[in-house]
């Protein structure tokens, strides 16, 4: 039997973290899909308000397994 794996873009947001964009990110899409076997974080963004880091974005590339 072989497998068949798909892979989807996502991106994701945290104002704590660019761990926890990462982490928001793969349990949206583990909550939304079966069988999610990685992730691939393809860039990192933030937004700047008054000088400071308000919200990392991190756009990821999310493996997952076809039924």
């Known amino acids: 039997m072989s ?6 873009e996502i991106t994701s947001a945290s104002t704590k973290s660019i761990e926890d964009a990462v982490e928001t990110g793969i349990a949206k899409a583990d ?3 079966d069988h999610v076997e990685g992730a ?9 308000k008054n000088g400071k880091v308000a919200e990392w ?10 039924k």
Do not use: G
């Open 3 to 8: 497998t068949v794996a798909k892979v989807i």
């Open 31 to 33: 909550s939304t899909l």
């Open 57 to 66: 974005r991190v756009n990821m590339k999310v493996t997952f397994l076809l």
């Open 40 to 48: 691939w974080v393809q860039d990192i963004k933030c937004v700047v």
